[in-house]
């Protein structure tokens, strides 16, 4: 099951457009297991050697990059993320609410 969930988050981490970011728990709710946020971060940890994850570009619930440390260099999701023409200060994305896409399924 976990490898189906994993393939799952990263089919909607796929969609994320260039220049946007979500969350965690926006990901773990459009699959339906709104409570599994740490699982959808654990699918993100794993994808580190897939370049087709945007993996850059889910942060948690209040902009936060957390997920940071799972990035090899110190700052290379915030470099990842200021390339797209993100804003970010002290771990914080600036304007969050701006820049936040929310998942849907597509059929």
């Known amino acids: 099951m976990e490898e189906n969930f994993f393939e799952k ?7 994320i457009p260039e220049g946007r970011v979500t969350s965690y728990g926006a990901i773990a709710k459009v699959l339906g297991t709104a ?5 959808v971060g654990w699918a993100m940890n794993a994808s580190h050697n897939r370049e087709d994850v945007p993996a850059h570009r889910v942060v948690n619930r209040k902009g936060l990059l957390t997920g940071k ?4 260099g110190t700052n290379l999701m915030q470099q990842l993320l200021e390339n797209e ?7 914080q994305i600036v304007d969050f609410e701006k820049v936040f896409w929310a998942p849907e399924i597509e059929n």
């Open 9 to 15: 988050v990263y089919t909607i981490a796929k969609q």
């Open 69 to 72: 440390i799972h990035f090899d």
């Open 85 to 91: 023409g993100i804003q970010v200060v002290d771990n």
């Open 35 to 39: 409570r599994s946020a740490r699982m």
